[in-house]
C-alpha cells in the first residue's frame, strides 16, 4: 500500500521560530510537493522538487525554503514563522516529471502560529 | 495561465440522490484534469483523472466525469449519493508546463443528509 506520511498532524509553534515540516514516501517517487491549504483558497503549490537536491518555487514560495537531501525525504521550512503562514501543510508525491501522473497526498499537518 | 473555478462551495444532497458536482477550467490546449476527494482528517484521493479519449470517465467509489470542450467543463457526477460521501471535492488542471504540477480549484464541500 503505497504511503506518504508527515512528521506531525498538528503543530503550535511561536511568531519567529524556525519550523520543520517533514514528509516520506516510500514509492521511490521521484516528485515530490508541498502545498498549504487554506479555506476558500484550495491547495496552492509551495514548491516542489522532481529530484534528490532540486527544487523548484511553486505559486506561493515566500516565506518558504525546502530541502530535499535523500529520494524519499522532503522538508518543508519556514525560517521565521509568523501568524499568517497558519495553515495546514500537505505533502504529495508522483511518478517522474512529464507524465501527468497521479499525486499521492499525506494527511496533512496542521500548522498553528501563535 | 491554467485555471479551475468551482463555482459551488458548499452542496447539500439526501443521500440516494444524484449529485452534480461543477468545475470550469481554463486553458490553452487539451487539459489534464483530475478529480479528488478529501474526507475529514485526510489527505486527498485521486477519484478519476482525464488526459485523452472517452470524455466520459469513470473512477472510484462510482463517480465519473464528463469533459466538455465546448464547455470548458469537467463535471462530477454520481446516480446515488452515500452518507460516506460527505468531503470536501477538488478539481485540478495540470500545468502547462508539465512536471506533474496542478492546479486546483478552491473546492466544494458536499453534505449528505440521512
Known amino acids: 500500500d503505497v504511503k506518504v506520511t508527515q512528521s506531525s498532524r498538528y503543530l503550535v509553534k511561536r511568531t519567529g521560530e524556525k519550523v520543520f515540516l517533514e514528509c516520506v514516501q516510500d514509492m521511490d517517487h521521484e516528485n515530490m510537493f508541498w502545498y498549504r491549504q487554506d479555506p476558500g483558497l484550495g491547495l496552492r503549490l509551495i514548491y516542489f522538487s522532481y529530484d534528490v537536491k532540486m527544487k523548484e518555487k511553486g505559486d506561493i514560495p515566500e516565506g518558504y525554503s525546502v530541502s530535499r537531501e535523500k529520494k524519499e525525504r522532503f522538508s518543508l521550512i519556514l525560517e521565521s514563522a509568523s501568524t499568517n503562514q497558519t495553515s495546514m501543510y500537505l505533502c504529495a508525491s508522483s511518478l517522474p516529471l512529464g507524465n501527468y501522473n497521479e499525486q499521492f497526498f499525506g494527511p496533512g499537518t496542521r500548522l498553528t502560529v501563535l | 495561465a491554467q485555471s479551475v473555478t468551482q463555482p459551488d462551495i458548499h452542496i447539500t444532497v439526501s443521500e440516494g440522490a444524484s449529485l452534480e458536482l461543477r468545475c470550469n477550467y481554463s486553458y490553452g490546449a487539451t487539459p489534464y484534469l483530475f478529480w479528488y476527494v478529501q474526507s475529514p482528517g485526510q489527505g486527498l484521493q485521486l477519484l478519476l483523472k482525464?488526459?485523452?479519449?472517452?470524455?466520459l470517465v469513470q473512477g472510484i467509489k462510482g463517480f465519473e466525469a464528463e469533459f466538455k470542450r465546448s464547455q470548458s467543463s469537467f463535471n462530477l457526477r454520481k446516480p446515488s449519493v452515500h452518507w460516506s460521501d460527505a468531503a470536501e471535492y477538488f478539481c485540478a488542471v495540470a500545468h502547462t508546463g508539465g512536471g506533474n504540477k496542478l492546479t486546483f480549484g478552491t473546492g466544494t464541500q458536499l453534505k449528505v443528509e440521512l
Open positions: 482525464y488526459f485523452s479519449g472517452d470524455t
